[in-house]
């Protein structure tokens, strides 16, 4: 048996959606999304946050502020950051960097990479 594994979503719905989609094969995963930065400020601490995935309708002062937050929140989460704009990819602050529009499949295949004890077995 494999661990449950939290997701958070920040966007809009639409993006929320997708990661939906993208997880729908999973029977151990927990999604919770936010369409706002301060939204974060809600979510208890104790919350376990395995992955964070930060989407392009953001800016990217919000994803940059989103990432700390979160990494001073929950130390040990992966955050995947979707966005088209070039440069980010070697940004520190984030584990994974993807283009938008990415096919529920491969962003499957790119949270399982940033997220390998989740796997499912």
């Not at 999973?26 to 999604?31: D, I």
């Not at 809600?42 to 994803?63: G, M, Y």
């Not at 602050?93 to 499949?105: E, I, K, M, Q, R």
Request: hydrophobic letters at 40%; one cysteine or more.
């Amino acid at each position: 048996m494999t661990a449950t594994l939290h997701v958070l979503s920040l966007g809009s719905l639409e993006s929320c959606n997708s990661v939906r989609d993208a997880l729908l094969p999973r029977h151990n995963c927990q999604l919770s999304s936010v369409t706002h930065f301060w939204d974060l400020y809600a979510i208890p601490k104790e919350e376990s946050i395995d992955i964070a995935i930060l989407h392009q309708t953001l800016s990217l002062q919000e994803a940059r502020n989103a990432g700390e937050y979160i990494h001073h929140q929950w130390p040990h989460a992966e955050i995947l950051l979707i966005h088209p704009e070039a440069g980010i990819e070697s940004d520190h602050l984030y584990d994974g960097w993807a283009l938008p529009d990415l096919s529920p499949t491969i962003l499957r295949a790119i949270i399982e990479e940033l997220t390998p004890m989740h796997g499912e077995r």
